[in-house]
């Protein structure tokens, strides 16, 4: 070979060395300016790439780690549901939820996600809904961009900024309300290198909730506003009900096993000593934050807040989980169960193990009751007497969440229906309001209500009845309405 043919292949190898050479310093520049932008910016700098469906799960269980994966715009679908479920044994209550489950779907997100949060509103609910999530950096925690109809769905983003354990819940009028049905939640922001890994992680959160009958009293029950105000609830729960967590529903470890509860307390009122009966807390991430105090027996958490709890499992038999305000375990219902399986280890406790030694007093087995007025019927009424069984059966579905079993409302929020002077002036506009729905200011009995009813999905047979059970009820003007009349109102707006 000549030398001339030489050159140009050093000319060409030459080059080549250069471009890799340019692109090294440039991937480090870039690299660089990657980082400096997020030093600068904090974890609002860290950059996302790609995007993922979130896995959201019912408690008590948590979707998997996040493990070392990088920062990601994170999907949320979150569908608002109203529907009835059971307290207790022969206590139905109507749960209003977060994806169908009390509290709602766990989040499991990564410092740096960009959330693009879809609230879904189903419907067949009555009520606007709205989220404001504690792990959001914004007005509302989300819930001035999320407030959403019946049968509509909004979106809003956010970035994640702090990690940490974080409450979420509704926060549309009247708050409380709207928390006491159960409408709350937690997500997770995982630190950037995720979790230490455990071999069992677990979902459970603490409510109070307030019954018009007293704790065990059978049927459904409807929300009591005075007893919320007052802070005197009937149930204070574990993961919306009684015995959640007890029995066949008991979480479950084997011995030598690491568990890690993520624990948090819906309220809407009181707080939590949480505590689990013969197991000391081996780390607890205090408040849900970077704080981690070790050895702990019993550790608060307040309403609206959260910890995560750790511990080893050394020994077999059922560790019982209370709130350590001690009559709510055992008279309210706040009371579950870690099953823990395997060898025991009589240097580390001796004793015989014995399951079903602790069972809530004050909710006992009760047989399930049948509940005529809320039985179904397809059949249409032919006199008075059925048409107000039947309205009655409607009624209970779909009014009395908010207007209460005795048409009594709820002050400062639902206007009452019985002996309602709004509801007797005219019959027509009643009508109208249950086919179309009502928003602003209204003055029933001298009293001023500005909250938003949605429109009724139901038949006009069923608004028909409905009506003339109330105009029949509670004092009120003995009015009859017929399908007819109903009918002919339909079309009007
Ligand atoms: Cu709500």
Sequence with gaps: MSMKSKKPILLVSGL?????????????????????????????????????????????????????????????????????????????????TFGGSVPGS???SKIGDEVEF?????????????????AVTGPGGGATSSFVAPGHETQFSFKVLNPGLYVYHCATAPVGMHIANGMYGLILVEPEEGLPEVDKEYYIMQGDFYTKGENGERGLQPFDMKKAVDEDADYVVFNGKVGSLTGDNAITA????????????????????????????????????DFINNNVQTTLIPAGGAAIVEFK???????ILVDHSIFRAFNKGALGMLKVQGDENKKIYSGKQEEGVYQPEGSGIQEMPVDNDL???????????????????????????????????????????????????????????????????????????????????????????????????????????????????????
């Design 375 to 493: 039985v179904q019927v397809n059949k249409t009424a032919t006199s008075l007497k059925e048409k107000m069984e039947f309205g009655k059966a409607t009624y209970m579905r779909t009014c009395f969440a908010c207007h209460q079993a005795e048409g009594q409302g709820i002050p400062n929020a639902f206007p009452p229906l019985a002996k309602s002077d709004y509801l007797n002036a005219d019959l027509e506009r009643a009508i109208d309001i249950v086919l179309h729905g009502k928003t602003g200011e209204i003055t029933v009995n001298g009293k001023k209500y500005n909250s938003v009813m949605t429109k009724q999905d139901i038949t006009d047979e069923e608004v028909a009845n409905v009506l003339t059970y109330i105009y029949n009820s509670w004092g009120n003007s003995k009015k009859e309405v017929t399908q007819a009349m109903v009918t002919s109102r339909r079309n009007v707006h």
């Design 16 to 96: 080549g060395l250069l471009m890799v050479i340019l692109l090294v310093v440039f991937s480090f520049y870039s690299d660089s300016k990657e980082a400096e932008t997020k030093n600068y910016l904090g974890p609002a700098g860290i950059p996302v790439s790609r995007e993922m469906r979130a896995e959201l799960t019912a408690p008590p269980n948590v979707p998997g780690p996040t493990g070392r994966r990088k920062a990601k715009k994170l999907i949320v679908d979150m569908e608002v549901l109203e529907q009835e479920g059971v307290m207790s044994d022969g206590v139905k209550y109507i749960y209003w």
């Design 254 to 289: 084997n011995v030598g096993e690491t568990v890690r509860l993520y624990v948090g307390n819906g309220g809407p009122n009181l707080v939590s000593s949480f505590h689990v009966i013969g197991e000391i807390f081996d780390r607890v991430r205090v408040e849900g934050g």
């Design 313 to 319: 499992v050394d020994v077999p038999g059922t560790f």
């Design 106 to 108: 766990f989040i499991r």
């Design 118 to 134: 879809h609230l879904k509103n189903h419907p067949d609910n009555k009520l606007p809904h709205n989220i404001d999530l504690h």
